[in-house]
């Protein structure tokens, strides 16, 4: 069974960074698009980023220029390097990615556990 393992939330105060990671493990053939989205008390889940196989990224309004999606394939994980945060990045962060196990079954939606991050001073 494939499983999304995310680390590195954390208590930080406004302008400071925080890397979250985030590492496929089990049965894998292959991985496609990865992500992180977020979901802030009382508010719906939105999404911050993702990023191709082939490294192609896309932001949210509000984070670019502030986040930073990579991947490691070797890895099978994906990074979300943010800096100069805010108050408002404050939430729960999960990460998904869209995932076979084999080369001819389709691909899952597999999402994490979610980590906290608080921008607090």
């Known amino acids: 069974q494939v499983q999304l393992v995310e680390s590195g939330g954390g208590l930080v105060q406004p302008g400071g960074s925080l890397r979250l990671s985030c590492a496929a493990s089990?049965?894998?053939?292959?991985?496609?698009?990865m992500g992180w989205h977020r979901q802030a008390p009382g508010k719906q889940r939105e999404l911050v980023a993702t990023i191709t196989g082939g490294g192609y990224t896309n932001y949210a309004d509000s984070v670019k220029g502030r986040l930073t999606i990579s991947r490691d394939n070797a890895k099978n994980t994906v990074y979300l390097q943010m800096n100069s945060l805010k108050a408002e990045d404050t939430a729960v962060y999960y990460c998904?990615?869209?995932?076979?196990?084999?080369?001819?079954?389709?691909?899952?939606?597999?999402w994490g556990q979610g980590t906290q991050v608080t921008v607090s001073s």
């Open positions: 089990g049965v894998i053939f292959s991985i496609g698009d």
């Open positions: 998904n990615a869209k995932i076979k196990d084999t080369w001819y079954s389709p691909s899952s939606d597999i």
